[in-house]
């Protein structure tokens, strides 16, 4: 598609009809009176968390409380201007509601401030509901006609893939031996998390007779008020998150290989959350040369990118620990059965372990795992 010069002056009368239309939509400061700067409490508003508030606007979203998470998204924006992919998901929320004009116009101001993925937005499924309205399609072809023009203008985008210098954190246990054997375990956050926090997980587990390392995601991007980091790149395209995740599964096999090398591990298992756990499915499958056990939690196998040779190949050697909440509105809760149910007709040593909750790490199962680990080690 190319950019047209009539397309903008449709889109720009497009967008004033939409304005007028909707009065409603002014600045968040217009409406607010300025602080008092002698009053006692001119710094409560920095007590207010911008990142648990987008977290319960992701509830309200994930719950399709559509109206009730474009409050709290605009709450977020209001209190941290840089969170500006609460515009992009105010945006979703729109048109879910098949609110097309607002829709056009929070996703105009989500591009205007720098934070539209087109690929995912050329691709959206949330969109399905206004895609064809005459507001929100001219706008999102425009935006789409200025990116290809970008990028005719700035070139062939090529990939080339180079050493970097990676992080991780590392727990050991208390009394560590370095004559003594240990299992090894490999901590793997989910999407839009940091190595720290997972690492962290330590101080909640009770047996910790164990080596914990925490490798952290390569990519950063900012899906609310935090940085988070990625175990894959989509920002780039179908293409780019293939290779990207190609190079995270060198990245992480090859870490812990140095891993075993320096600590000579009685056995290596790998736990992920979310996103993570896609990879520690993915790595135990087809390393079972390198990993002896995995503990996916709240993640689900995507069986189309695994063969029927390399899921069978691994059954002997690979034993499985999964974990999922029966109430998950991220990773609905089949993605852990219908992985349970695939591993165990190829013959896995597979448990299935449910708990009453949502997308989150149940603490009284992790510490069971912890013990599955401990009871498996070296068998």
Known sequence: MKFSPNKTVRLIVLLLIIFISNPQITLACENEEPPDPFATDVFDFLKVSPYEIFLKANDHYANG?????????????RLDHKALNSLYNITCCYAMLGKDTLAATSLMSSFQAGNVDIYRAQNEEQFENVRESEYFKATLDSIIGWFDEKEANAGQLEFFATPVQMTYRLHLPENYDSTKTYPLLIGLHGWGDKADNFA???????????????????????????????WVDWSKGEISAQRT????LHYLTSL????????????????????????????????????DGIIPFGGELHREELSDEMIAKAKDDLRVFIIHGNQDQ???????????????KYGYDVTMNEFDGGHSIDMALLNKALDWMEDTSGK
């Open 65 to 77: 409380e559509y109206e009730e998470a474009i409050r709290d998204y605009l709450d977020v924006i």
């Open 200 to 230: 962290s997980l330590w101080q909640s587990m009770t047996e910790k007779d164990f080596i914990y390392a925490v490798p952290a995601a390569p990519y950063q991007f900012q899906p609310g008020p935090r940085v988070g980091y990625s």
């Open 245 to 248: 995740q190609q190079l995270s």
């Open 256 to 291: 812990t290989t140095r891993l075993q090398e320096k600590y000579n591990p009685s056995s290596t298992y790998v736990m992920g959350f979310s996103q993570g756990a896609f990879f520690s499915y993915y790595l135990g499958i087809i390393n079972p040369d390198i990993y």
């Open 330 to 344: 991220v990773v609905e809760f089949k993605g852990g059965t219908e992985a349970y149910e695939l591993l165990l």
